[in-house]
């Protein structure tokens, strides 16, 4: 079964937009990519999902490009609040199965 | 809506010893996961239940790790015996649908953290 690599960190100054992207081979053409806040003593905490093109909520906006080896989960404006880690979630496909895999995940540190 | 409900939030003990961790899931949800969290990783599959079957769980360590899930309701992980390297944040979720790849959102609780000493 293949991985997922993402920054292992990222820091950003308030207000400013966020990238963050995950790489993953071997999803299928169907398969979600769900993306998740950890915060110190928290369990994650789920802040989008999608499976092509473009996805936004009130708090992020999720890309996917065609090929579906990477997704980039893009926070805008981020504030102090945004310090967190954030991983991927994506099943990635063996021979007649899967596995829920979590990325290792991106420590994003807002600074003043 | 209540969320995923984990207890103890923490525990102590000492190696050898044995722990038991609860979960009950979000009402109504089909599908319950236990993850493992070691510090600084990413969270780990150990088990996922579909209603009271097992789904997987080929990444939980059978010769001292348990976890059944009665009822198709709530869940207990237990570990016997403990060893250092189980200290970790042990998580629960749900989700309302069977299969997470294609959407269906999983839900966690805050987590069970256990230190082994």
């Known amino acids: 079964l293949a991985k997922t690599t993402q920054p292992i960190s990222m820091d950003s100054y308030e207000g400013q937009e966020v990238n963050i992207t995950c790489s993953h081979n071997?999803?299928?053409?169907?398969?979600?990519i769900t993306w998740y806040q950890q915060f110190p003593s928290q369990g994650p905490r789920f802040i989008i999902q999608?499976?092509?093109t473009k996805v936004t909520n009130e708090v992020a906006s999720l890309f996917i490009p065609a090929d579906r080896k990477s997704s980039t989960l893009s926070l805008p404006r981020v504030s102090l609040s945004d310090t967190a880690v954030y991983y991927c979630?994506?099943?990635?496909?063996?021979?007649?199965?899967?596995?829920?895999?979590f990325g290792k995940g991106t420590k994003l540190s807002v600074i003043p | 809506e209540a969320g995923v409900a984990q207890s103890p939030r923490y525990k102590i003990i000492e190696k050898r010893q044995s722990v038991a961790f609860w979960c009950n899931p979000i009402?109504?949800?089909?599908?319950l996961y236990w993850y493992q969290q070691i510090l600084g990783q990413g969270p780990k599959l150990l088990i996922q239940?579909?209603?009271?079957?097992?789904?997987?769980d080929s990444q939980l360590p059978k010769d001292r790790f348990s976890a059944e899930r009665l009822k198709g309701v709530d869940s207990t992980l237990k570990i016997q015996p403990a060893k250092l390297e189980d200290s970790a944040v042990y998580l629960c979720?749900?989700?309302?649908?069977?299969?997470?790849?294609?959407?269906?959102?999983?839900?966690f609780g805050e987590g069970s953290w256990l230190t082994v000493v």
């Open positions: 999608g499976y092509k």
């Open positions: 979720a749900s989700s309302l649908g069977t299969d997470a790849a294609l959407g269906n959102t999983i839900y």
């Open positions: 071997n999803i299928a053409t169907n398969d979600y």
């Open positions: 239940f579909q209603n009271n079957g097992v789904v997987d």
């Open positions: 979630l994506v099943a990635l496909r063996g021979a007649g199965s899967y596995q829920l895999t």
């Open positions: 009402s109504g949800h089909a599908t």
